[in-house]
């Protein structure tokens, strides 16, 4: 687990996105779909795409089992999950302290969240955008279905869901 996360870590200081990428990208979302994915910063990018290329990985059974509309959504919610993000800036120290948050004991954790201070802010942040990126997705036009799949993307309520946040916390 360690060796993953220092991979995400450095992933993270020199994120950068494909020519074929950005081609797939034009592929599948619509001019607004692509101007939400383009808002993000490039970390939050290539962390979309590696979660959308895992599900990729995926097609052809979810394909079967839950049909083609499905896994289309299911791409373009990956390419947008963390779109809510785009609205503050996250600096790195950030971004591992979330990633840390999340292995705290649940007392910690408590401690953190009820008092007002940088760390606090930030899980507000790591909390809200998930329904922050659900109304960015709305104003974008994207079907109900993408953006519940955005707004759930921390607490799957489906199995699609349940899709995008394994890839997700791949990722």
């Known amino acids: 687990m360690v060796f993953y996360r220092l991979k995400q870590l450095f992933k993270a200081i020199r994120p950068n996105v494909k020519a074929e990428e950005v081609a797939w990208l034009e592929e599948v979302l619509t001019e607004n779909e692509l101007s939400l994915f383009l808002k993000q910063l490039v970390i939050e990018q290539r962390h979309a795409l590696d979660v959308a290329h895992e599900i990729l990985r995926k097609r052809s059974d979810i394909i079967q089992n839950m049909g083609?509309?499905?896994?289309?959504?299911?791409?373009?919610?990956?390419?947008?999950?963390?779109?809510?993000?785009?609205?503050?800036?996250?600096?790195?120290?950030?971004?591992?302290?979330?990633?840390?948050?999340n292995y705290l004991p649940q007392r910690i954790k408590f401690n953190i969240s009820t008092q007002k201070n940088l760390f606090s802010k930030t899980i507000i942040i790591y909390q809200q955008h998930p329904s922050w990126g659900r109304k960015l997705a709305a104003k974008a036009g994207l079907n109900h279905q993408v953006q519940e799949l955005i707004g759930n993307h921390h607490s799957p309520v489906n199995q699609l869901e349940q899709i995008l946040f394994e890839a997700d916390n791949m990722h």
């Open 68 to 101: 083609e509309t499905a896994y289309i959504d299911l791409i373009k919610a990956a390419f947008l999950h963390d779109c809510g993000k785009s609205l503050i800036k996250i600096r790195l120290w950030q971004r591992v302290f979330i990633v840390s948050y």
